[in-house]
């Protein structure tokens, strides 16, 4: 297979090379944009856009000077990934999300966690929730470390969604692991605007089997915990926002309590969105 014949969604190519947590420095904006130029130099990149100025715009322009042919579609990202599927039958389609090995990958998010914790679970993990691979890759990797004895129980895990769009938030709610109607509109966490995810059943089970839940989370709620991690040095992008907006939410009602070890988990700089940041947090 030759590298103009691997097709991509515009979510491959711009996953964050993360992960990040709240008391972790980010990674560097040079790393970033190696890997970035590595996946476009073996891409074609079908993209959405909404007309909105962001990072997708900036990804459209730095992905052709890499040499990656890109085919915009106009809408939202479900858009660019419905059109690489009816185009799947002439070419690859390197979504990760259809990928089976990709949680095998993004797994070791658990064994940095628990490393970085001093070889200790924590007890309780929020990451921003689209797709769920972040989550799932928690889970895989947690169920791991406990099958080897190296902790005792799994941590607790939180799938932080917009409200705007929150249909895992919707299914967990409503005690089922199938699509349960919500209305959808515009969220300025992009990141996570999947109306319908693929593995929605396997992320209610790890839910479940965690003793976690999901927090739906309002914009204005997800703009002022992205104006405080600012305060606080952390340049995230709105997404990321969402699991530090969680983390409130959630402290705030006692479901996780000040003497727990919890871990926010923030997936993308604010560099995917620096346009959209530095409106929100004048």
Same mark, same amino acid.
């Given at each position: 297979m030759t590298p103009s014949r691997v097709l991509g969604a515009a979510a491959v190519v711009l996953l964050a090379v993360g992960p990040w947590v709240l008391a972790r420095h980010q990674l560097s904006l040079l790393t970033d944009l190696l890997i970035f130029g590595l996946f476009? $130099?073996? /891409?074609? /990149?079908? $993209?959405?856009?909404?007309? $909105? /100025? #962001?990072?997708?715009h900036a990804a459209y322009f730095g992905l052709g000077a890499y040499g990656a042919?890109?085919?915009?579609?106009e809408g939202p990202r479900e858009? #660019?990934?419905?059109?690489?599927?009816?185009q799947s039958s002439q070419t690859f389609y390197a979504s990760h999300n259809?990928?089976?090995f990709f949680l095998e990958g993004t797994k070791s998010l658990a064994y940095e966690i628990w490393e970085d914790l001093g070889f200790r679970a924590p007890d309780n993990v929020i990451v921003p929730v689209g797709a769920g691979s972040s989550l799932l890759g928690c889970a895989f990797g947690f169920r791991e470390l406990r099958k080897a004895g190296q902790i005792a129980k799994l941590p607790r895990l939180f799938a932080a969604q917009p409200l705007n769009c929150s249909p895992i938030d919707a299914s967990f709610k409503a005690g089922?692991?199938?699509?349960?109607?919500?209305?959808?509109?515009?969220?300025i966490a992009e990141g996570t605007a999947i109306k319908n995810p693929l593995r929605l059943?396997?992320?209610?089970?790890? /839910?479940r089997e965690s003793g976690g839940g999901t927090v739906a989370l309002t914009e204005d709620e997800i703009v002022a915990a992205l104006r405080r991690l600012a305060r606080q040095g952390l340049f995230a992008e709105p997404t990321s926002a969402s699991a530090a907006a969680a983390l409130d939410k959630l402290s705030a009602t006692g479901a996780i309590k000040a003497s727990e070890t919890t871990v926010a988990v923030l997936t993308g700089t604010g560099l995917k969105a620096a346009t959209t940041v530095a409106d929100l947090v004048q």
């Amino acid at each position: 297979m030759t590298p103009s014949r691997v097709l991509g969604a515009a979510a491959v190519v711009l996953l964050a090379v993360g992960p990040w947590v709240l008391a972790r420095h980010q990674l560097s904006l040079l790393t970033d944009l190696l890997i970035f130029g590595l996946f476009a $130099m073996s /891409l074609d /990149l079908i $993209m959405g856009y909404t007309g $909105m /100025l #962001s990072f997708g715009h900036a990804a459209y322009f730095g992905l052709g000077a890499y040499g990656a042919a890109v085919q915009l579609v106009e809408g939202p990202r479900e858009e #660019s990934e419905a059109e690489a599927i009816r185009q799947s039958s002439q070419t690859f389609y390197a979504s990760h999300n259809w990928q089976p090995f990709f949680l095998e990958g993004t797994k070791s998010l658990a064994y940095e966690i628990w490393e970085d914790l001093g070889f200790r679970a924590p007890d309780n993990v929020i990451v921003p929730v689209g797709a769920g691979s972040s989550l799932l890759g928690c889970a895989f990797g947690f169920r791991e470390l406990r099958k080897a004895g190296q902790i005792a129980k799994l941590p607790r895990l939180f799938a932080a969604q917009p409200l705007n769009c929150s249909p895992i938030d919707a299914s967990f709610k409503a005690g089922a692991d199938t699509p349960v109607a919500r209305e959808v509109s515009k969220t300025i966490a992009e990141g996570t605007a999947i109306k319908n995810p693929l593995r929605l059943r396997e992320i209610i089970g790890a /839910l479940r089997e965690s003793g976690g839940g999901t927090v739906a989370l309002t914009e204005d709620e997800i703009v002022a915990a992205l104006r405080r991690l600012a305060r606080q040095g952390l340049f995230a992008e709105p997404t990321s926002a969402s699991a530090a907006a969680a983390l409130d939410k959630l402290s705030a009602t006692g479901a996780i309590k000040a003497s727990e070890t919890t871990v926010a988990v923030l997936t993308g700089t604010g560099l995917k969105a620096a346009t959209t940041v530095a409106d929100l947090v004048q």
